[in-house]
């Protein structure tokens, strides 16, 4: 029942303003994927592409292998759940539910054991007669989720599902939805701007940006392994630093920043390092010491941070303002001249064009 997404070089505009451009994406079977980026870059649009409320200037989408690209919205059989729940206030919480199985012809016993179940599954069976003015927003979450679900539609799409619940409730209902999917086997798109929403909920996440899919893989790849210097950003490498290599000695090179600062780096950690290079490093990976005679970026400590499991510094350097960090048992102040020590296994290389 479940069908694998195709988005083929997809370009899509309101009037004038082009909004996607060559958007190609490929969902797999059961799989989730989730379009993450800040506010306008594009993910209700490709959403409203594939529902249908919106036509490709160019491009082709299918779902099973049936091209839907001109099909009317109500021909594409698939399951929405948005923001603001969309639910019609005049009905009771069952026929909410049963609204798309009436829809499809399914009515009498059928439909009332159909809505019955899936109103067990998320936890409504005792406030099947409401109406939705009196629920909670996390209640009527859960009714737009099983109205989506109870169709079982090839394809289930979310747009921010949760952006309207409390903090607590939304980590509760990710969970609840990530079951719910995966023991249906739906195949998923799921839109949101919070990154640890996407990256807890999805099997990959694709990180869109003016129109463009940056980069498309697992969360624990984008985490780790950014393949660009946006993503790279996004993802919390707050340190991109230009360097060409000097030096190859077997298993290590040095390398050059801003400054004529050199450091040497293990390839075992890297792989291969092309000559010119970004070192990428999250704070973590920039460790500070006061210890002189350590190899590392010469750096005048400023603002020191407490973050808990250690402390945070913003720290002038020949390559520029870093951010680094520095063990709570030794507290450096402002003004002291230290070194950024970085820490290989927490630092990833990208390449300078990605810049
Ligand atoms: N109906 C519309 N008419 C004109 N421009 C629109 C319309 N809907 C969205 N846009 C523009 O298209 C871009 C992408 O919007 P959207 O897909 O809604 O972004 P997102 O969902 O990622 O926040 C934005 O610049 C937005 O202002
Ligand atoms: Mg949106």
């Known amino acids: 029942m479940t069908q694998s997404l195709t988005l083929d070089s997809i370009s899509a505009h309101y009037g004038s303003t082009q909004v996607l451009e060559n958007l190609s994406l490929a969902v797999g079977e059961g799989e989730l994927v989730s379009l993450l980026g800040a506010s306008g870059c ?30 009317p919205p109500h021909q594409r059989d698939i399951g929405l759940v948005f923001q603001n729940y969309a639910l019609f206030p005049h009905l ?37 007669d409401r109406l939705p003015a009196a629920l909670s927003g996390g209640q009527k979450q859960r009714v737009a ?50 990154q640890e929403e996407a990256f807890s909920i999805s099997d990959r996440v694709a990180i869109m940006h003016a129109g463009r899919i940056m980069q498309l893989d697992t969360p624990e790849i984008l985490y780790q392994r950014p393949a660009n210097a946006f993503v790279a950003r996004f993802v919390g490498f707050e340190n991109l630093i230009a360097m060409k290599v000097v030096e190859r000695d077997g298993a290590k090179i040095t390398a050059e920043m801003a400054g004529g600062i050199r450091l040497t780096l293990p390839l075992e950690q890297f792989g291969a390092i092309p000559d010119s290079f970004i070192l990428a490093c999250r704070a ?37 303002a870093l951010i680094a960090n520095g063990p709570l048992t030794r507290p450096l102040d402002a003004g002291v001249t230290a070194k950024l020590v970085p820490v290989p296994e927490q630092c990833t290389i990208l390449a300078p064009e990605a810049v």
């Open 42 to 71: 594009g993910k209700t649009t490709t959403l409203r592409l594939v529902a249908g409320f919106l036509q490709p200037t160019s491009g082709t989408i299918t779902l099973g292998g049936r091209d839907l690209t001109r099909l």
């Open 284 to 320: 973590d990976g920039l460790q500070v010491t006061d210890n002189a005679a350590m190899e590392g970026i010469p750096a005048t400590l400023g603002l020191r941070t407490y973050l808990g499991r250690a402390y945070q510094y913003q720290a002038e350097t020949p390559a520029g």
């Open 145 to 194: 989720l099983a109205r989506a679900l109870v169709i079982e539609p090839p394809l289930l799409m979310f747009d921010e599902p949760l952006s309207n619940l409390d903090a607590k409730l939304r980590i509760d209902m990710r969970v609840e939805i990530r079951q719910l999917q995966r023991a249906n086997g739906t195949t998923s798109v799921y839109v949101t701007h919070d």
């Open 92 to 128: 009771s919480v069952a026929d909410n539910v049963g609204f798309g199985l009436k829809q499809r012809g399914i009515s009498g016993d059928a439909k009332t054991k159909r809505v019955g179940a899936m109103l067990d599954r998320v936890g409504l069976a005792h406030l099947a």
